[in-house]
């Protein structure tokens, strides 16, 4: 029996952010009403990834 290998938390995270920026770019092309909240949302998205890849220092003097 092969061992299962479950996926690290960089990559869940990537995978979450790659749909939700292609989901929320797809509905921003078909409202165009509302394509300022999706493009915000995008943009959150990507920055949420962007923070979380960024390590946490490990001295407690902050």
């Known amino acids: 029996m092969l061992p299962k290998k479950f996926p690290s938390r960089d990559e869940v995270l990537a995978v979450v ?24 949302l995008t943009k959150f998205a990507v920055g949420t990834y ?4 960024i390590p946490r220092s490990k001295s407690s003097d902050v």
């Open 17 to 40: 952010t790659l749909i939700m920026v292609i989901g929320s770019l797809t509905l921003a092309v078909m409202d165009e009403k509302s394509r300022p909240s999706f493009l915000d």
């Open 50 to 53: 962007i923070g979380l890849l």
